[in-house]
């Protein structure tokens, strides 16, 4: 059976804090103080404004900023070449419109990485949802067990356990709190991590 690493994007592979913060800037006001862990939605309703009028301005203000405020985290590229060295498949599982993943994944030159790359457009498959999970478990003809999802906010880890599947913690993104049984600060941490899950192979219970 097929060992599937899937990866969130933003505050996991790349750092989208001053992605992020400009955008907001940009789109609602220099002094705005924005709550990163909710959603651009949340944020601009609570700013005053109308979401439905302004989130498509948003995502296209977001998606200019890209090619020169997103970065990958430190050693990530390595870790992730590591990965597919080893003939673990990759995907990416993430709540940003698809558009978005797109640019972010080309930019950063990784798109080629990942056997299966999920955004945020699809309701059937937004996360906690287990059913992105369960499609990714179809399409590479793998098990629960042999699945990790790697992420930085509750609604990851809400999605793992939704699917019954282990779940890393990405620490190495500060601003990461969760409560993990495992939590890398360092993203080279995965890799003895991985093989540990994968050679026993527990299941989940």
């Known amino acids: 059976m097929t060992s599937i690493i899937a990866w969130d994007l ?27 862990s909710a959603s651009p939605w949340k944020n601009i309703k609570s700013a005053g404004l109308n979401p439905k009028s302004t989130i498509s301005r948003f995502w296209e203000k977001y998606r200019q900023n890209v090619p020169h405020l997103a970065e990958v985290y430190s050693n990530i590229i390595d870790v992730l070449q590591r990965i597919n060295q080893k003939g673990i498949s990759q995907v990416i599982i993430s709540s940003l419109p698809d558009k978005i993943v797109e640019s972010l994944l080309f930019h950063t030159e990784i798109t080629d990485i990942f056997d299966i790359t999920i955004g945020g457009s699809k309701r059937e498959l937004m996360k906690p ?23 930085d906010s509750d609604t990851d880890q809400q999605l793992a356990m939704n699917a019954e599947v282990h779940f890393i913690a990405a620490k190495w993104n500060h601003r990461c709190k969760l ?26 219970g």
């Open 10 to 36: 933003d505050g996991t592979i790349i750092d989208t804090y001053n992605l992020m913060k400009e955008t907001y800037n940009s789109i609602i006001a220099s002094d705005f103080d924005a709550d990163l």
């Open 129 to 151: 949802r287990p059913s992105s999970i369960e499609f990714c478990l179809r399409q590479l003809h793998g098990t629960k067990n042999r699945f990790i999802m790697i992420g």
């Open 179 to 204: 409560q993990s049984h495992y939590g890398c600060k360092s993203p080279t941490d995965i890799l003895k991590i991985i093989d540990g899950i994968l050679d026993s192979a527990v299941s989940i």
